[in-house]
Every structure is written in structure tokens, then in C-alpha cells.
């Protein structure tokens, strides 16, 4: 079965740095999506990645879509308070679109 | 406001019990998903269905179980409650059932079992 590996687990950051978290498959995936779990809410869509090597951007967070679509990375630039939270990945192979990863826990000390 | 209802907010209950929580899809969503979070864990898919029916089950115990409704809303049943049940139970939608779909969470039921 499908195998996703979210490293790391943890992050604490100084507020300003770069923060990184990767997401690995075992198999081959039709596309990804990225969501963020703020402390106490609820799990929100960041983006969705489609193409072998697609590379997204939304303001200091950058997306990336492996060549071989069996991995994935959220990039954070200069990192701010409000990037607080658990970030999830979402791989999807199929028809189905119901597997989370185990998140990456980003703490940002002011 | 993600527009997907869950009530109750919290429900505390004893071992044993049996709770029903609910959700209200977002409007003109056709597809719902329960997850399970425990504790600083990850989310847990356990079940989902499209247009009032099942369409796909995860790790979902046999004393759990759900149903979606005509009018789209979902329940999700746990019975002979233990201490493990603890949990936040999240209830996504999204427009249909395919790849490619985001999903969208409501604030979720925390659910502590005494």
C-alpha cells in the first residue's frame, strides 16, 4: 500500500529563518495537496500540485512537485509568527483523495 | 468559515456510551469525510461518502459507523465508547469525489469520554 513519510516532525524556528518540510512516497502520485492546521482549528487547503515539477508560489510559502511526482516540499522564507501551525501533506493516487500525512509541527519563537 | 457544520462543538460522555455527531457539508458539496485526530496526532480517515453513499472506508472500528442523508448532511455513530475514542472528529466535504478535489474542514468535534 501507499507508504508517506512527513519529515520532520518537529521544526522550531527563529522568527526570519527558512523553514522546509518534505513529503515522500513510496509510490508514484497523481498530485498533492498541502493544508494548514493552526493550533486549536481546523485543517485549511493551501494548494494543490498536479505536474511533474511544478513549483507554486502563494507570498514566502513555496511549493514543489517532484519529477518523479514521489515527493513534495512546502518552503517557508523568513518565517513569521502567524506561520504557526501543523502543516499536512495530501498525496493522492487514484480516485481517492483520503490520505493525510503525519504533518510537520512548525513552532516560530519570536 | 470553511461553511462545513459540525455540532456538537464538545461532547463528554462516559464509557459505554453512544454519541452521534453531525455535519453540514458546504453548500452544493456532494462528498463528506469523517477524520479522527487524537492528541497531537495526524488526522485518521475513517470513512466517506458521495451523494448518500459509502464510497470509501478507512480504519473505522466496527462500533463506529455513518451515514449521509438526502439532504447531504452526515452522521457519524460511535458506540460502546472507550477511553481510546478521545479524540477531535473533523468532517471535510468536497464538490465531488474525485482526485483533485480540495477539501474543505469544519472546527471539528472534540469528543472526551470519562
Known amino acids: 500500500g501507499q507508504q508517506v513519510m512527513q519529515i520532520p516532525q518537529y521544526q522550531h524556528v527563529q522568527e526570519g529563518e527558512d523553514f522546509t518540510t518534505y513529503c515522500n512516497s513510496s509510490?508514484?502520485?497523481?498530485?498533492i495537496q498541502w493544508y494548514k492546521q493552526r493550533p486549536g482549528g481546523h485543517p485549511v487547503f493551501l494548494i494543490q500540485?498536479?505536474?511533474?515539477?511544478e513549483v507554486k508560489k502563494q507570498k514566502r510559502l513555496t511549493f514543489q512537485f517532484g519529477e518523479a511526482k514521489k515527493n513534495s516540499s512546502l518552503h517557508i522564507t523568513a518565517t513569521q509568527t502567524t506561520d504557526v501551525g501543523t502543516y499536512f501533506c495530501?498525496?493522492?493516487?487514484?480516485?481517492?483523495?483520503?490520505?493525510f500525512g503525519t504533518g510537520t509541527r512548525l513552532t516560530v519563537i519570536p | 468559515d470553511s461553511g462545513v457544520t459540525q455540532t456538537p462543538k464538545h461532547l463528554i460522555t462516559a464509557t459505554g456510551q453512544r454519541v452521534t455527531l453531525r455535519c453540514s457539508p458546504r453548500?452544493?458539496?456532494?462528498?463528506v469525510y469523517w477524520y479522527q485526530q487524537s492528541l497531537d496526532q495526524g488526522l485518521q480517515f475513517l470513512i466517506q461518502?458521495?451523494?448518500?453513499?459509502?464510497?470509501a472506508k478507512g480504519n473505522i472500528l466496527e462500533r463506529f459507523s455513518a451515514q449521509q442523508f438526502p439532504d447531504l448532511h452526515s452522521e457519524l455513530n460511535l458506540s460502546s465508547l472507550e477511553l481510546g475514542d478521545s479524540a477531535l472528529y473533523f468532517c471535510?466535504?468536497?464538490?465531488?469525489?474525485?482526485?483533485?478535489?480540495?477539501?474543505?474542514f469544519g472546527d471539528g468535534t472534540r469528543l472526551s469520554i470519562l
Open positions: 471535510a466535504s468536497s464538490v465531488d469525489a474525485g482526485r483533485n478535489q480540495p477539501q474543505h
Open positions: 509510490t508514484t502520485l497523481s498530485n
Open positions: 495530501a498525496p493522492q493516487t487514484g480516485a481517492n483523495n483520503l490520505f
Open positions: 453548500s452544493g458539496d456532494l462528498s
Open positions: 461518502y458521495y451523494n448518500g453513499e459509502e464510497r
Open positions: 500540485l498536479v505536474k511533474s515539477g
